[in-house]
């Protein structure tokens, strides 16, 4: 069989998989700081129910912040996929 | 180099063999380890108990131990079936190793949990033995599912055809398959054990609570199993698509990445979620006018850790469909 791989190829190819590593490994610190967070927003209603609106939204707050690497992420796989 | 198809044939099978009994063995042992200590420890708390707790240590553990079979059926069958001489069989025997070895550590550890928390809330609470030992049991049954999707994924694997289709992007899309599935599974097993460890602590502490702490406990894990549907979704999708012939290397490599990252992208969340789910489970046990308000909370904080879970399948299914 001739070899057909050229190294446009090779990039390309290098690209895709460097977009599924950078959104694979880049889901896992997000899935599990935001767990947390909402782990510890239901401990804090739990303690006290009052605050349960101040609670979820400092949750929900918190909770983007941890993701914005996540769509650091997916904006790098786009860019790989897509751009470059 | 010269080489039969055979030997290479050999090779996956054996590799793909010690990789589904190494990495299977992981997780039962440790969830078995955390049975065992929490049923010592509960034994020596309550001593007249001693009989009904090893009793529940041993059906816990027996739950636990099951990922860890799947694993060892799996590696028997690589090791003593023969396959059919196909360079596509190379990349089965190996894909289906790692799925099902991988696939079986987040059971393992996840069932453990429950089990453990059972053993140490009957120490505790012996009127609700009953209760507890059903709660653990659905619990526990609950964390198997993501290796029995390995499971299944590595027996579509063995047993599909693969003759017909060209190898060059299929080898991938098999690979592909296996990581998705295997790595995919760590963390739903692992979150659903967390959450059904919360519900055996809170049933013992509040027996009254028993109905509501199950519900939530139930929907807590349904919410982690779903990064490890995506990934099964995604290992169906490469296993059963047809893929056109390639002498490039770039299409290969989109499919065996689109199973990297599923695989992966999908233990995080489900780990994350299985935080939320303990912590809501274990105040609702705790606090039962407020179940309305933290199953709420636990919902919305699931919802979005799930959001990098559902970024790795968009990407997966970019990198399967449109690149």
Not at chain 2, 235 to 256: G, Q
Request: with cysteine; charged share 10%; glycine share 14%.
């Amino acid at each position: 069989m001739a070899d057909p791989i050229t190294g446009a190829d090779i990039v390309r190819a290098a690209a895709y998989i460097g977009a599924g590593i950078s959104m694979g490994f880049g889901a896992i610190g997000p899935g599990v700081g935001e767990g947390i967070t909402a782990s510890k927003a239901c401990e804090a209603i739990g303690k006290n129910p009052k605050e349960a609106g101040l609670l979820t939204r400092t949750m929900l707050v918190g909770q983007a912040v941890a993701e914005s690497t996540g769509i650091y992420s997916l904006v790098i796989a786009l860019l790989l996929l897509f751009v470059v | 180099m010269s080489y039969d198809i055979q030997t290479w044939i050999k090779v996956a099978a054996f590799s793909g063999g010690g990789m589904a009994m190494g990495f299977g063995a992981i997780g039962a042992a440790i969830g078995e380890g955390h049975t065992a200590a929490c049923a010592n420890a509960a034994i020596s708390r309550n001593t007249k108990l001693s009989g009904d707790i090893f009793k529940a240590m041993l059906v816990g553990q027996a739950i636990a131990e099951s990922s860890s079979i799947f694993a060892l059926v799996i590696a028997m069958m690589l090791l003593f079936t023969k396959f059919p001489a196909h360079v596509l069989t190379v990349p089965v025997l190996f894909g289906a190793g790692l799925c099902m070895g991988l696939g079986a550590i987040g059971a393992g550890v996840g069932a453990g949990y429950p089990a453990g928390s059972c053993c140490t809330g009957m120490a505790r609470q012996p009127a609700m033995s009953g209760r507890l030992s059903t709660n653990m049991l659905i619990g526990s049954a609950v964390c198997q599912t993501p290796a029995i999707f390995s499971l299944v994924v590595s027996f579509i694997l063995l047993f599909t055809d693969f003759s017909k289709s060209p190898v060059s992007p299929t080898w991938a899309a098999i690979l592909g398959a296996g990581i998705a599935s295997g790595f995919g599974a760590i963390g739903s097993g692992l979150g659903g054990g967390l959450v059904a460890e919360a519900s055996c602590d809170g049933i013992s502490r509040q027996p009254e609570t028993t109905t509501q702490v199950t519900n939530v406990m139930l929907l807590g894990q349904a919410v982690t199993q779903t990064t490890a549907i995506y990934a099964l979704l995604v290992s169906f999708i490469l296993m059963f698509k047809t893929f056109p012939a390639t002498h490039l290397l770039a299409p290969p490599m989109a499919l065996l990445s689109a199973g990297i990252c599923m695989g992966i992208g999908a233990i995080g969340p489900a780990i994350g979620e299985g935080f939320a789910g303990q912590s809501a489970v274990a105040w609702i046990a705790r606090n039962q006018k407020q179940v309305a308000d933290l199953t709420r909370v636990m919902l919305v904080g699931q919802a979005v850790a799930e959001s990098t879970g559902i970024y790795s399948l968009v990407i997966a299914l970019i990198l399967i469909f449109v690149v």
